[in-house]
Nanobody
Framework: QVQLVASGGGLVRAGGPLRLSCATSGRISRIKRMAWYRQAPGKQRELVADISSGTSGGSTNYADYVKGRFTISSDNAKNTVYLQMNSLKPEDTAVYYC???????????????WGQGTQVTVSS
């Protein structure tokens, strides 16, 4: 069984920073990709940023609306992904979900797993 536990959400004023963390645990052989998504009330879940593993280090990808403000990073030894969010705006208010594409021990296939979500509220 693979579990993702997200933390770090909260209430912050516009312009302020916040850092999210998501730890993956369980019988893990390899994590190919980790990501942060968000879902605002009445809207669909959308990709914020992702990071993929590679022989020369991870590659990252960001949604246009967070480029230059958010930074995704990972600690492979801890199977943890982070999202540093700076210059937050009220429109960043949403529930943020972490995601991991994981190959479990003794498995040849990758499956996607979701964290429980953490609320980020940005006040104006």
């Amino acid at each position: 069984q693979v579990q993702l536990v997200a933390s770090g959400g909260g209430l912050v004023r516009a312009g302020g920073p916040l850092r999210l963390s998501c730890a993956t645990s369980g019988r893990i052989s390899r994590i190919k990709r980790m990501a942060w998504y968000r879902q605002a009330p009445g809207k669909q879940r959308e990709l914020v940023a992702d990071i993929s593993s590679g022989t020369s280090g991870g590659s990252t990808n960001y949604a246009d609306y967070v480029k230059g403000r958010f930074t995704i990073s990972s600690d492979n030894a801890k199977n943890t992904v982070y999202l540093q969010m700076n210059s937050l705006k009220p429109e960043d208010t949403a529930v943020y979900y972490c995601y991991a594409n994981v190959r479990a021990l003794f498995s040849s296939s990758y499956y996607g797993y979701w964290g429980q979500g953490t609320q980020v509220t940005v006040s104006s």
